[in-house]
């Protein structure tokens, strides 16, 4: 195994990885070893990016965040919340991906949630959530629901299944929706840690009308894109890497997603590199697939992302932001992630940079798992986190 301590020596050692799967060999690339090393490698420092505070948001647990910004708990007792959408008035959606869909709503503008109300229980797995002229697009592991005409109080008129039959039984289970230009777009991961489907749905991005109707598969070999948004008629999302040859490989990516392209699982990953198992697929990686748009350390988990919009609070430094809640890695020796990051989009070729930190603790262990982010229409920024079963405000500090 080749260990690689110099994070300069990186694109070094990827193209090093790339000739050895053409040559049928199985060895891996391993970036860096020790944690230290990893968070300073893998983002900036609070010294690049202006000053940090800790500040103790929960049970003596404390949170670093950029000078000027203060963290609280905007809602607790959501079980296992994953992503959320606020609408036009302000109520806040949450899905609970133990069964729940949840209504806040912070009435009194103090940054915690006045009203807790359900709007539905006994689902399947919702993950994804967007709230759209009125309606809440919801979706399970195995279809995609809408609540019609919702309310705070977690009333609506009725619920109507719009998309059947979507691939389930295995793998990942979470499935994100999204309206855009009057389309529903939904991503569905792949059964496995790595294999060749049976089913096209799997692994990719499906378009819908937005009745449910006209389903096709507009991007391949998107391993699972847990998230994603559109900015600018782009469509930006997460993907999160194949398991098992290595703490350093494959990078976590962020894709802007093409209609039409394959973005190389379960034969490539990173810029066009075959996996070990795939050598005779190099040419394919190399020339028929699309390489990431951003990537990250290996194994973050990459959810929820957002780009900071002009009502943004943020400071100045932060307003051309793309965050990222990273879940934090499972199997990894050193675990990683458990954070928000942010890359300047302004940039020519931006570097992940540290936002938000503290969930993952030196002894390895976490208390909490970032998994949704973004921003309510005051400008205010949102997490979720399914660890500690809650909803953050961040905003600017009093």
């Known amino acids: 195994m080749l260990t690689i301590r110099n ?20 060895s891996d690339i391993e970036i860096p070893t020790n944690e230290q090393e990893t968070e300073s490698s893998s983002t900036a420092s609070a010294s690049d990016t202006g000053g940090f505070v800790k500040q103790e948001v929960m049970d003596g647990r404390s949170i670093t965040l950029p000078e000027g910004l203060e963290i609280k708990l905007f ?22 991906i133990t069964g729940n869909i949840f209504v806040l709503k912070d009435e009194d503008g103090d940054g915690v949630s006045d009203r807790k109300n359900y709007l539905d229980e006994g689902l399947r797995s919702p993950h994804g959530i967007d709230w759209y002229e009125g309606d809440l697009y919801v979706g399970e592991e195995h279809q995609v629901v809408v609540y019609r005409n919702v309310h705070v109080d977690g009333t609506y008129l009725e619920k109507e299944i719009l998309v059947r039959g979507l691939p389930s039984g295995g793998g990942h289970v ?3 929706v999204q309206i855009h230009d009057g389309k529903l777009y939904v991503s569905v991961g792949s059964s496995c840690n790595l294999c060749e489907e049976s089913n096209e749905k799997r692994a990719a991005i499906l378009r819908y009308n937005l009745h449910g109707t ?9 391993r699972n894109a847990v998230g994603f948004v559109f900015e600018d008629d782009q469509l930006w999302a997460t993907d999160n890497g194949r398991d098992l040859i290595g703490d350093g490989v494959p990078p976590e990516e962020i894709d802007v997603v093409e209609e039409g392209k394959h973005y190389g699982w379960p034969y490539c990953h990173g810029n ?21 748009t951003y990537v990250m350390q290996a194994h973050s988990a990459p959810l929820g992302l957002t780009f900071a919009p002009g009502s943004s609070n943020l400071p100045r430094m932060y307003r051309n932001g793309l965050f990222v809640a990273l879940h934090g890695s499972w199997n990894r020796s050193v675990p990683t992630g458990y ?11 931006p570097k992940p940079q540290d936002f938000i930190t503290g969930w993952l603790l030196p002894d390895g262990s976490s208390w909490g798992r970032p998994v949704g982010v973004g921003f309510t229409a005051k400008g205010e920024m949102l997490i979720s986190d399914d660890k500690a079963g809650v909803l953050y405000v961040v905003r600017t500090a009093e």
Not at 214 to 222: C, N, R, T
């Open 214 to 222: 006209g389903e096709q598969v507009i991007a391949k070999g998107l």
């Open 339 to 349: 954070k928000i990051i942010w890359f300047d989009t302004s940039e020519r070729d």
């Open 7 to 26: 994070m300069s020596l990186l694109p070094l050692a990827l193209l090093l990885v790339g000739t050895m799967s053409i040559l049928g060999c199985t």
């Open 272 to 292: 066009g590199i075959a996996g070990p198992e795939y050598p005779g697929r190099a040419e394919f990686c190399e020339n028929e697939t699309e390489d990431p």
């Open 75 to 96: 809602a607790t007792g959501l079980g296992k919340p994953r992503f959320f959408d606020v609408a036009d008035d302000g109520t806040v959606y949450v899905t609970d």
């Open 174 to 176: 979470t499935r994100t």
